[in-house]
């Protein structure tokens, strides 16, 4: 961005890729499989890159309501300073916050997760699938909670993999009723409490009384969970855990 | 004089029972009230679309069908025949009988009939709710916060279900069969009693003044248990049927995800991130330096509180929430529940005009092992039929826990300190945030 700013350009589009996006190795992958995308509908867009920081998510679901602030103000301080309008990211978390808790703090843009940006590109032509490589693929979609149930959008992930022609299956419980994954709260970062079964174990059994050939994500940490639960079952030969955009590249064969 | 007896009798039955149940409700209020402030008068149209949707329209209720359905009954039947509770306490004062039906005409027939039908469902409906509870044993019901009292409470709202609707059916078949088998004016032929003229057969072989004595006896206990049932509410998780209606008002219209943004804490950040800020200085608000997040009732908002009033204990969130799914110790309902409790310690403290005492709702109602097992996914607050929002309770204590206590499991600390230093949950360097770039084949 800084790069792109300092030519007086702004792009249509921040992507913000979050901490999980930038380190993680899963989930750098589907950071590249969502930049590709981007190249390939030549949407003008920037990353903050070593600029962006935690949005402050996991500190405030943890009760940091001090650390999540202050990262919050000072995201908010760039991506004010380089006048930000519009802002898509492929973390919910991040989505969540940016979209529903920076506002209150100053921080005004247009907040969509790659899911819905995904749909609209596929709805505008600009990205176009063909070959039905999804063809007579079982997919089930895991909802992520901060997509889901906490902002309500079912719908977008669902509408991409229907134009993958992919067959969707839903698992029981799913969309308002879908299980958690077991990362949200900051869950990731700590132990789990004593119990009989870890969340993630019990979600993965779920998706696969769909027996799927691709369990979808649309969140770096689920995606994370799912994989991990996956692999626990011993199905990781079988099943593949895949976030949409990965899909959805996979289908542009780029 | 003698003649006034029964009167009299009515006006202190009703006014000391109306009057008990006038000062429990204010001592529920008053202990709402000591919750700190919430806003929750914005968007009014929404709010009474909320309500109408969720409470009245029971929308979230019918999710789970069969119940759903059941509970629409009884709700429906409540209404109805509490209609027919106006003509009965008219009745009680004036020491008339049916007074509404010389008025009412043809109509009175439909009502009297209607009330009938809804009385023989909800007879059937509460029997399938105690079957559901007590013999096919719902895991919901069973945990083990439902052990004792709330387990006692759910039983007795339907045995007196039971009873209040058997005298209501007894009382119209008697006086159906005074109607039927005297001339006596009082009698007015007068209503239709498509349900209790079944019962009829019972009173073949009695006489006229036993009759009349069914008669009497089953229109005072009904009128009397309906009293006590309404002074029960103030004990039960029955309280509901009440604050169902200003708790989906009140509720949080924000997307579910969203958390509050401290104010308190809003005001200290900015001075600290701002290098003209005179570190000396009055906080730039009035809001009172109060502790961060919530250790008791009190540092909670009233909403928060009357939530945990309006619980009906259903168990709806627990059966949805990861934690509890997976054998951990939280349950939402369980949260609800605690803060109930508590607060209505503080409550009976107040009553007799001494201090709370020293327990807190951490710890000694809901330990920390509880409180960090939830993942935040909001499956309490989707589940919840009248808009409960365990979550936010939960929320609040951790901070409590994290900001004045610094008393987060390790991992957390770790992470925190990562955010703080790296700008990442993880110990990365900054610099390396767009290494990614370099792995794929693209020059930007
Ligand atoms: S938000 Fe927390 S308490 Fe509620 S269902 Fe999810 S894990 Fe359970
Ligand atoms: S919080 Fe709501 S869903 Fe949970 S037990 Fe209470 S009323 Fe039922």
């Not at chain 1, 696969?208 to 692999?231: H, Q, R, S, W, Y």
């Amino acid at each position: 961005m800084a790069e792109l700013a300092a030519q007086g350009k702004q792009p249509e589009v921040l992507f913000w890729v979050g901490c999980a996006g930038s380190f993680d190795d899963r989930a750098k992958k589907i950071t590249k499989a969502f930049v590709k995308l981007l190249l390939k509908a030549e949407i003008s867009f920037a990353v903050l890159g070593p600029e962006e920081s935690c949005t402050g998510d996991p500190a405030k679901r943890a009760g940091n309501e001090f650390l999540f602030q202050m990262q919050a103000m000072t995201n908010i301080e760039v991506l004010n300073g380089y006048e930000i309008k519009k802002v898509v990211t492929a973390c919910p978390h991040c989505f969540n916050t940016l979209k529903n808790e920076y506002p209150g703090l100053g921080g005004h843009y247009e907040v969509v997760h790659h899911t819905q940006f995904l749909k609209q590109l596929l709805d505008q032509g600009k990205l176009k699938v063909e070959g039905g490589q999804f063809k007579g693929k079982r997919i089930t979609f895991h909802d992520p909670c901060y997509l889901g149930r906490a902002n309500n959008e079912y719908q977008a992930p669902r509408d991409v993999l229907t134009k993958l022609e992919g067959e969707l299956i839903e698992m029981k419980s799913c969309k308002a009723k879908g299980l958690c994954c077991g990362a949200g709260g900051a869950q990731m970062f700590k132990d789990a409490e004593a119990g009989n079964k870890e969340i993630n174990i019990k979600r993965t059994e779920q998706a696969l009384e769909t027996k799927p050939d691709i369990i979808a994500a649309g969140c770096p940490f689920c995606n994370t969970m799912m994989t991990d639960g996956v692999k626990n079952k011993e199905k990781e030969g079988a099943i593949a855990v895949m976030d949409i955009a990965e899909l959805v590249q996979q289908a542009e064969d780029l | 004089m003698g003649a006034y007896v029964s009167n009299i009798l009515f006006g202190i039955l009703f006014f000391s029972l109306v009057g008990l149940f006038t000062r429990n409700i204010r001592r529920v209020i008053r202990n709402i009230k000591l919750g700190t402030a919430a806003n929750r008068y914005d968007q009014p149209k929404k709010r009474w679309l909320h309500m109408a949707r969720i409470a009245l329209g029971q929308s979230k209720m019918v999710r789970k069908p069969l119940s759903g359905l059941l509970h629409v009954i009884v709700y429906v039947g409540f209404v109805v025949i509490n209609i027919e509770l106006l003509e009965i306490i008219v009745d009680g004062f004036l020491g008339t009988h049916r007074v509404f039906a010389p008025f009412l005409g043809g109509f009175y027939n439909v009502l009297i009939a209607t009330f009938e039908v809804f009385a023989a469902l909800v007879l059937v409906s509460v029997i399938l709710f105690w079957t559901r509870r007590n013999v096919m044993r719902i895991k919901r019901f069973w945990r083990a916060e439902m052990k004792g009292w709330p387990k006692w409470d759910a039983d007795i709202i339907l045995y007196a279900e039971v009873v209040l609707m058997g005298l209501f059916l007894t009382m119209n078949a008697s006086d159906y069969w005074l109607q039927i088998n005297t001339q006596d004016p009082h009698y007015l032929t007068a209503g239709s009693f498509p349900v209790s003229q079944w019962i009829l057969p019972l009173f073949d072989g009695l006489g006229v003044a036993q009759v009349v004595a069914v008669e009497r006896i089953s229109w005072w206990l009904h009128i009397t248990g309906i009293l006590l049932f309404l002074n029960y509410l103030y004990y039960s998780k029955h309280l509901h049927i009440i604050l169902a209606f200003p708790n989906t008002w009140f509720a949080k219209l924000a997307p579910q995800g969203q958390f509050t943004n401290m104010p308190e804490v809003t005001d200290e950040v900015k001075l600290m991130l701002d290098p003209n800020a005179d570190p000396y200085a009055a906080p730039a608000s009035d809001v009172a330096p109060s502790t961060f997040g919530a250790a008791d009732v009190a540092d909670l908002n009233w909403v928060q509180l009357m939530n945990a009033y309006s619980c009906t204990e259903c168990g709806r969130c627990t059966a949805e929430c990861p934690a509890s799914q997976t054998g951990k110790k939280l349950s939402p309902r369980k949260i609800m529940m605690d803060t109930r409790d508590r607060l209505s310690e503080v409550g009976a403290a107040l009553n007799k005009g001494k201090q709370p005492n020293a327990n807190t709702l951490l710890d000694n109602y809901i330990s920390r092992e509880e409180l960090w097992a939830c993942t935040s996914c909001n499956a309490c607050v989707e589940a919840c039929p009248i808009a409960i929002d365990p979550l936010s309770i939960i929320s609040d204590m951790r901070r409590y826990l994290v900001m004045e206590q610094s008393a987060a499991p390790t991992g957390l600390n770790n992470m925190m300190s990562n955010v703080e230093n790296n700008g990442a949950p993880w110990p990365f360097n900054r610099q390396d945030r767009i290494a990614w770039r370099d792995e794929i084949n693209i020059s930007k």
